[in-house]
Each structure stands twice: as structure tokens, then as C-alpha cells.
């Protein structure tokens, strides 16, 4: 599963659920110029500011990690996406 630090909105990998630490999750309506995946130009998407925010708030509750539906699927990868999928679900 990935997941983007709350520090740095750097991604982080778990391979496995057993070491995944306490996130937050992002639930949001998707509007136009959302982040998708790639950091390198995050910055400038309208989208980027709920991912800040949403990141300020689990560090103010303790929370590490977040996760976020835009960002945080990789829909390039057929058995990423059903990872992220099922692991909703969780």
C-alpha cells in the first residue's frame, strides 16, 4: 500500500499491512486539476491544497501518513489499482 507522509507528502510503500501505521484517510469530490501521482508538479494543481490541509490535520491528531484517492492509486498498474481497491475495503 502507499501512502504519503504527513511531513514531507513524500510516498512510502508497505508491503506489508501488518507495519502500516495509523493514517488518514482523504475522502473528497474530485474537481478539475486534482493531484495525480506525480510530486514534481503536485504543487501547482488547485487539487493540492485539500492534501496539504488534509496532511495538517493527521499531524495534529498524531497520524504519520495519509492516504489520498487521487494520488495514492496507481491506475498504470492493473494489480496496484486492485491493491488499493481491496485494501480500502480493510
Not at 47 to 76: H, M, N, P, Y
Request: proline letters at 1%.
Amino acid at each position: 500500500m502507499q501512502l504519503l507522509n504527513a511531513h514531507s507528502l513524500v510516498f512510502e510503500e508497505f508491503a506489508d499491512d501488518s507495519l502500516l501505521p495509523g493514517y488518514a484517510i482523504l475522502s473528497h469530490r474530485w474537481e478539475d486539476d486534482e493531484v495525480i501521482i506525480r510530486r514534481d508538479e503536485a504543487e501547482t494543481k488547485k487539487g493540492f491544497s485539500k492534501i496539504r490541509a488534509c496532511a495538517d490535520q493527521a499531524l495534529k491528531k498524531g497520524l504519520e501518513c495519509i492516504w489520498v484517492d487521487t494520488c495514492c492509486i496507481d491506475k498504470s498498474s492493473s494489480a496496484k489499482l486492485s491493491e488499493a481497491i481491496n485494501s480500502m475495503f480493510r
